[in-house]
């Protein structure tokens, strides 16, 4: 499965600049002490024995990456991603398939989003494919911490940041790619509760929405911390004057229902810049459309259209769809003062079913 | 003028647990190297010898400051600044006056601000007076680096960090506060040209632009090298249907006109959540209040408004204001493929006035 290039390396040059490529390979230095691995722990606490590490700069262009052991990064306390959040990072899982193979899902479209996030942040850009070179060799060296039974996996954490040393709000001269890697655990564990108020917006026309940028994110945990107070796990965030529905804490939202013209339907908000174009939702758009027993559509769902559906008995199911989250249910929403009870999930649900057939594909195609 | 607590130390618990107080002083490790200052740089490029950290966690609080010798960070690769932009920082500035004495300019409304970017940020709420005792003792050390001659200053960056070393999107459980000071150089030298287009949008109601947080700024990036290649220097940031004014790159951004209505006015788009308040905008405002010798007002402003004006010519100056540049007049702004030359500025602009206002207020009253 994975590449047999011996040592691949990120590639070259940022599109602006004729930069020195670099010749040299990955360079591995293998730690001398590994870790105990520690049974069930929760998402994104306990990491893998190595790391990637890619440095860049304006000059030179892109190092030759090392992976070495995982540990502290160096940084000048001037660093562009610490003062003004020049920072990016995927996320994606690899699966050891019941045929003890290890299986990334749908990489490509986590390096291409990447890419897209990089422009959007003003870092330079960097080969897709070189880079997942060097992130499956980082697996293959700790193949042992990918877990044996089940739907476990481990979570991939490419990161990618300025490291311009100066306070200049300007496009970095220095940057530095690495991926950390970490056990998945469990994300949420029943369904979900949500919290929708129009008072805080998560993404907005002509902003970062539509990239896995850090900025995206920082902003939200207030409103998180409120939704919580009112009994709720997450924040469904809405957009606009109608309330137009369009994430769920860091997930993608989709309706199950019969639309207003009788349909059944499965849709999701479009990309119109403030939705995030997860691997997920794509996968379930893919799926959906492939299965061809139902419209499948991405389109504007507000909360309007929501809460007359519930009240006509057209809503079959409410869920959201991430990486770390896969597929989650949704129970209940908290809104205008009202606790809106959504249809429960049974194994007829069309996340259970999604479920299992991402799952399939996961560990055993 | 310094405050003359021997040891003033970040005070000591989060409003919402019970801490532990440090009772601990700050501890000062002095470099046994300082660098030879440089003439002439670039903004935010040198750093003086000395820096102050002082580290946060949920269970013991705040604990003991610590000035030590200018040097790179170690921070754990999952550290949710580098994720999730779990990060703010203040600027303000320390000047030498004509009686050799430093004096900052208004810091309580930096500690104050920084304090609210702390609660939107999620990150631990910090003794505001201690924390300006330390910064105190830190230029005291470091005051050498305070330029002797003319207007020059010492620019210093409170930086808060959120640490946590876990990939979930929640408030973290570890931070870290630090201040590093850096030669002011000069922002811009000459008057500003912008590029105005609604097609980037810098805040939102319902977001973060109040706040001094770094998701703020590493969106903006991308639009700034736009500006760049319609040969403008910054953005003029536009919001809503109707283009409203709201910043121009870092700045806050005045209109010194005859308004519709034939009256001589100062005006600035008011505090409504897209709008940081700045601490030079409010003390434009301050000044000219008490000036009391045309209208000062904080109103929308549209760039219909401002075109009308320019057209009818009752526009007598645009400019923007900020720690960093002060106070900059603008000279021209490309909009909707036009490049609308505004009112030169003389000495008998109104930016020209307050500049010359503010330098007397920072060197020597």
Redesign the interface.
Not at 165 to 171: A, E, I
């Given at each position: 499965y994975y590449s047999t290039t011996a040592c691949p390396h990120v590639a070259q040059s940022s599109p602006e600049k004729d930069l020195r490529a670099t010749a040299a390979d990955l360079v591995v230095q293998l730690s001398t002490s590994l870790k105990t691995k520690p049974d069930v722990v929760?998402?994104?606490?306990v990491?893998t024995d190595h790391?990637l590490t890619v440095e860049w700069n304006a000059n030179d262009g892109w190092q030759t990456p090392l992976i070495r052991p995982?540990?502290?990064?160096?940084?000048?306390?001037?660093?562009?991603?610490?003062?003004?959040?020049?920072?990016l990072?995927e996320g994606l899982k690899v699966y050891r398939g019941d045929d003890k193979r290890l299986r990334l899902f749908r990489p490509l479209l986590n390096m291409e989003r990447m890419s897209k996030s990089a422009?959007?942040?003003?870092l330079p850009a960097f080969d897709q494919s070189e880079l997942l070179g060097c992130i499956k060799r980082l697996i293959e060296i700790d193949q042992d911490w990918v877990p044996h039974l089940g739907p476990a996996c481990l979570?991939i954490?490419p990161?990618f940041?300025?490291t311009e040393?100066?306070?200049?709000?300007?496009?970095p001269n220095r940057a530095l790619l690495?991926v950390?890697m970490?056990q998945a655990g469990s994300y949420f564990n029943t369904e979900l509760s949500l919290w929708a108020d129009?008072?805080?917006?998560r993404a907005?026309?002509?902003?970062?929405g539509d990239c896995k940028?850090?900025?995206?994110?920082?902003?939200?945990?207030?409103a998180?911390?409120e939704a919580g107070s009112y009994g709720c796990q997450q924040v469904l965030w809405l957009y606009g004057e109608d309330h137009q529905i369009t994430e769920g804490?860091?997930m993608n939202i989709f309706l199950h229902w019969i639309n207003e013209d009788g349909d059944e339907e499965l849709a999701t908000p479009p990309l119109d810049g403030t939705i995030l174009p997860g691997v997920t939702r794509q996968s379930i758009l893919d799926l959906a459309r492939k299965w061809d027993e139902f419209k499948v559509l991405e389109r504007y769902l507000t909360m309007g259209q929501l809460c007359s559906a519930l009240k006509q008995q057209r809503l079959k199911e409410m869920f959201g769809s991430g990486t770390a989250c896969r597929v989650c249910h949704i129970g209940s929403i908290v809104y205008e003062e009202k606790n809106l009870q959504l249809p429960n999930q049974d194994k007829h649900s069309l996340s259970s079913r999604i479920a299992t057939e991402l799952t399939d594909i996961q560990v055993s195609r």
């Open positions: 929760d998402f994104g606490t990491f790391m995982f540990g502290d990064l160096s940084l000048h306390p001037a660093c562009s991603a610490l003062h003004y959040a020049v920072e990072f422009e959007r942040a003003c979570y954490r990161t940041i300025g040393p100066s306070l200049g709000v300007k496009k690495y950390i970490c129009p008072k805080y917006t907005w026309k002509g902003g970062t940028m850090g900025g995206n994110y920082g902003g939200t945990l207030f998180q911390l804490g860091t």
